[in-house]
T-cell receptor, first 112, second 112 residues
Framework: GENVEQHPSTLSVQEGDSAVIKCTYS??????FPWYKQELGKGPQLIID???NVGEKKDQRIAVTLNKTAKHFSLHITETQPEDSAVYFC???????????WGAGTKLIIKP | ETGVTQTPRHLVMGMTNKKSLKCEQH?????MYWYKQSAKKPLELMFV???????ENNSVPSRFSPECPNSSHLFLHLHTLQPEDSALYLC???????????FGSGTRLTVV
């Protein structure tokens, strides 16, 4: 079955710098890759996603890149702000089933 | 609010108690999920309901019993739980997996 590995488990960056979180997946049939942000006391919230027919997608300060050959995808946050501090989860799924396979999460800390 | 509401937000129960968690969504989604979130572990899928029919049960102990009376409501009935069942229980809904999940804020369960 699918397995998703996420690194690093904790990432501390200076406010204004960029942050990159990486995930690898094992099932080459996976074709949808969402990223979720979980703030303290809340459930995860979808922030960006990418499909396997696209290599990169941007939404303001966040972007996701996908390398299907290497089976990895990354979340990039530029010009980080204090409100970016949260736990970020990647996931992978095939269209043929309803199960998202989740990474273990990355705690992002933005230092003032 | 995300459109997925979970109650209660916090629950403390003894090992011999019976309690229920409730989840409600008014997003018109056709799939609903129960997840368990423990510290430093990936999200664990417990149950999936698609059009009110249970489609997944990921080897969850029988002390957890789901109920989906309609496509907008989902319950998780709890009885004779163990201390290791203490966790954040998250409900989510989706319109298939193509559109990402919408999560509730979770119920923080403590078993004493």
């Amino acid at each position: 079955g699918e397995n998703v590995e996420q690194h690093p488990s904790t990432l501390s960056v200076q406010e204004g710098d960029s942050a990159v979180i990486k995930c690898t997946y094992s099932d080459s049939a996976s074709n949808y890759f969402p990223w979720y942000k979980q703030e303290l006391g809340k459930g995860p919230q979808l922030i960006i996603d990418i499909r396997s027919n696209v290599g990169e997608k941007k939404d303001q300060r966040i972007a996701v890149t996908l390398n299907k050959t290497a089976k990895h995808f990354s979340l990039h946050i530029t010009e980080t702000q204090p409100e970016d501090s949260a736990v970020y989860f990647c996931a992978a799924v095939r269209d043929s089933n309803y199960q998202l396979i989740w990474g273990a999460g990355t705690k992002l800390i933005i230092k003032p | 609010e995300t459109g997925v509401t979970q109650t209660p937000r916090h629950l403390v129960m003894g090992m011999t108690n019976k309690k229920s968690l409730k989840c409600e969504q008014h997003l018109g989604h056709n799939a609903m999920y129960w997840y368990k979130q423990s510290a430093k572990k990936p999200l664990e899928l417990m149950f999936v309901y698609n059009f009110k029919e249970q489609t997944e049960n990921n080897s969850v102990p029988s002390r957890f019993s789901p109920e989906c009376p309609n496509s907008s409501h989902l319950f998780l009935h709890l009885h004779t739980l163990q201390p290791e069942d203490s966790a954040l229980y998250l409900c989510a809904s989706s319109q298939g997996t193509d559109y990402g999940y919408t999560f509730g804020s979770g119920t923080r369960l403590t078993v004493v």
